[in-house]
């Protein structure tokens, strides 16, 4: 990892009021570097590679510390399976039913309208759209007959 990578890292982790730890630190990077969208267990299985000593509630507890400052985002997904997110720009995501490949996708290619919506005299302060359906790999493998 470059030093930039690793300021940047850190001084994120500051502005949002958090101690600068090595399980935070860890988790954050890996985030970095894997944008696959993981799974708290696939985060924890890298993260104890580093730090043997980091338990699985450190783990999530670290994740929950950064989703509540802002730094990651949840994503939640068929099957009652929660992902991270390190980017934080408006994006949806399209989730292959197939392979469950996660894909990240641009706001502006999925337009949902909230302005003026009433939802049940609700606030509407934010909007995630999850795009379902195969991937351009799996739809091929299916039309060659490919299992």
């Known amino acids: 990892m470059s030093t930039e990578t690793r300021r940047l890292i850190e001084q994120r982790l500051r ?4 101690k600068v730890t090595p399980q ?3 988790v954050l990077d890996y985030l970095w ?3 696959t969208h ?3 267990d696939e985060i ?3 993260v104890n590679c580093r730090f043997p000593c980091a338990s699985r509630a450190t783990v999530y507890n670290t994740l929950h510390a950064l989703r509540e400052a802002g730094l990651v985002q949840e994503i939640y997904v068929r ?3 929660t992902r991270y997110d390190i980017r ?3 994006h949806h995501h399209f989730i292959c039913r197939r392979c469950g490949r996660i894909e990240d996708v641009a706001a502006d290619r999925v337009r949902v309208e909230t302005k003026g919506m009433e939802l049940n005299d609700h606030e ?3 909007l995630e759209v999850v795009v379902h359906g195969l991937c351009a790999e799996c739809r091929q493998e299916e039309e060659d007959g490919v299992r």
């Open 88 to 90: 934080l720009e408006p």
């Open 38 to 40: 993981p799974t708290a």
């Open 33 to 35: 570097r894997h944008r």
């Open 15 to 18: 502005e949002a009021g958090l």
């Open 44 to 46: 924890e299985a890298a």
């Open 79 to 81: 099957g009652g399976v």
């Open 124 to 126: 509407i302060e934010g």
């Open 24 to 26: 935070r630190y860890a």
